[in-house]
């Protein structure tokens, strides 16, 4: 156990006896202190845990969260599992600085088969241990959840088994590629000829009418080189201004640093990120201003970026008022890729909720096509592999309501020491099959990167 994780099984123990009854949790009582580091949260994190874990790293703030092991679990499957997940959510009235963390499959109409098996399409847990650290601060505030009536020995020895690893289930490196991708089986990994038949089904489909866009998506199997301390210290590093992300469950981590915030709700206030329409970076200020005035100047990423405007707007509608966003969209520059971006606030209307916006919103035009119902048929039936969490939601809900869910893009799912990447391109009237492929490329990129000893997340 690495001495941090020590400090903290101390200071709960120590602090037991004076536990408190757990607000909304019957039979449980809750420890909370602060304890004095600088250090970021990342080192508690290890490829080979054994207990559900969940991380979040929110750009603006600075803030870092950790959640260890599963006090309260909801799960579960269906066409209305995020109706199903807000209303058992809502009927737990929990502390209001106690941390619900988790998130949506892409697709809840499809069961998760492939590397996602024992996923279910909504995962929702409360964890034991709770760890918040904010920026620019040297403490870390936490909370501890157990049953009334343990001992300070039972508390100890449950605090450690949060912390504990598995080194048995570590696999050595496999050197090939066939080795690396037979070890994470999910389906179809494009190739070029692939991905242009794919592209072309596509194509024909709005061509006809039936779609006026669809977004696909491709899978590319890779080694893992670094630590998981060390990847997402890449990731939040390399990537400030998106959400940095993880989360272990069934033996599968999924971790990204996603550009995209699905909602945000604050006080009653809800913020949605538009983001669709990409181009990448340029290698002098000169090229990246060309390319910024060119992404801007396109007519086929402005059309596809106002349909996911129009999207988010229209149904914000249903539940929630003042709503307000610029006419035009500004370029949102991340370190190898730049998009249309449109912020999106609104109020939410009385006895509304966080979920009843992600209900509305999950999926959005930006990961799923338009019309929605018709662009996923068409993923399901043509796309030729399990997205599972790819391309779905995850966050976290605190008792009050408040929370933020980030859109998974620019995002893996690690089974140690094999990665499998994702990355996916908006298809319009007019898209060029080597121009997606590339984006795609791009997109692949920071985790890439990310996996590899040596790698640079601002290669661009």
Same mark, same amino acid.
């Given at each position: 156990m690495i001495e941090d994780a020590q400090m903290i099984v101390d200071a709960v123990v120590s602090a037991w006896g004076s536990a408190q009854a757990a607000e909304g949790l019957p039979g449980w009582c809750a420890v909370r202190c602060e304890l004095p580091t600088s250090r970021s949260l990342t080192r508690f994190l290890d490829w080979q845990a054994r207990q559900p874990i969940a991380f979040f790293a929110h750009p603006e703030t600075g803030e870092q969260m950790l959640g260890f092991g599963a006090a309260q679990v909801i799960a579960g499957d269906g066409a209305d599992v995020e109706g199903e997940t807000h209303r058992q959510l809502r009927e737990m009235s929990i &502390? $209001? =600085?106690?941390?619900? +963390?988790?998130? +949506? $499959? /892409?697709?809840?109409?499809?069961?998760?088969?492939?590397?996602?098996?024992?996923?279910p399409q909504a995962i929702w847990f409360l964890p034991k241990l709770t760890l918040v650290r904010e920026a620019d601060t040297a403490e870390v505030r936490l909370i501890y959840l157990d049953h009334v009536g343990q001992s300070p020995s039972e508390v100890k020895r449950a605090l450690c088994a949060? +912390? @504990?690893? =598995?080194?048995? =289930?570590?696999?050595?490196? %496999? @050197?090939?590629?066939t080795a690396v991708a037979d070890a994470m089986e999910n389906g179809l990994v494009h190739d070029l000829s692939a991905w242009q038949t794919y592209l072309e089904q596509s194509l024909k489909e709005i061509d006809e009418g039936r779609l006026a866009k669809v977004v696909i998506a491709r899978q590319q199997p890779q080694r893992v080189e670094t630590t998981l301390m060390e990847t997402m210290d890449r990731l939040i590093s390399g990537y400030r201004d998106s959400h940095a992300f993880a989360m272990h469950w069934h033996k599968l981590w999924f971790l990204g640093a996603s550009p995209?915030?699905?909602?945000? $709700?604050?006080?009653?206030?809800? $913020?949605?990120? #538009?983001?669709?329409?990409?181009?990448?970076?340029?290698? %002098?200020?000169?090229? =990246? *201003?060309?390319?910024? &005035?060119?992404? /801007?100047a396109s007519e086929k990423n402005r059309n596809e970026h106002q349909a996911v405007v129009q999207f988010v707007t229209d149904r914000l509608k249903l539940i929630s008022q003042e709503i307000e966003w610029p006419d035009v969209p500004t370029v949102k520059r991340l370190a190898n890729v730049q998009h249309l971006f449109t912020p999106v606030r609104a109020k939410l209307n009385?006895?509304?909720?966080?979920?009843d916006a992600v209900s509305l919103l999950h999926p959005t035009p930006a990961v799923g096509g338009v019309p929605r119902a018709d662009a996923l048929s068409f993923i399901r039936t043509h796309e030729g592999w399990e997205r599972g969490y790819y391309a779905g939601a995850f966050g976290f809900m605190?008792? &009050?309501?408040?929370?933020?869910? %980030?859109?998974?893009l620019r995002s893996a799912a690690v089974r140690y020491p094999t990665a499998?990447? +994702? &990355?996916? #391109?908006?298809?319009? @009237?007019?898209?060029?099959?080597?121009? *997606?492929?590339? *984006?795609?490329?791009?997109k692949l990129l920071p985790m890439r990167m990310a996996f590899q000893q040596g790698g640079d997340t601002n290669v661009q």
């Open positions: &502390a $209001a =600085d106690l941390r619900w +963390f988790g998130g +949506f $499959a /892409f697709d809840p109409t499809t069961s998760l088969t492939g590397i996602w098996s024992g996923w949060l +912390f @504990a690893t =598995d080194a048995s =289930d570590a696999v050595s490196h %496999t @050197a090939g590629g995209e915030q699905l909602v945000r $709700a604050e006080s009653g206030t809800l $913020a949605v990120d #538009c983001l669709a329409g990409s181009m990448a970076r340029g290698r %002098t200020l000169h090229e =990246d *201003e060309a390319l910024a &005035a060119a992404l /801007f009385d006895g509304k909720h966080i979920l605190d008792g &009050a309501g408040d929370g933020v869910l %980030t859109v998974t499998m990447l +994702f &990355a996916g #391109c908006g298809i319009v @009237a007019g898209s060029n099959v080597d121009e *997606e492929w590339k *984006e795609t490329q791009m």
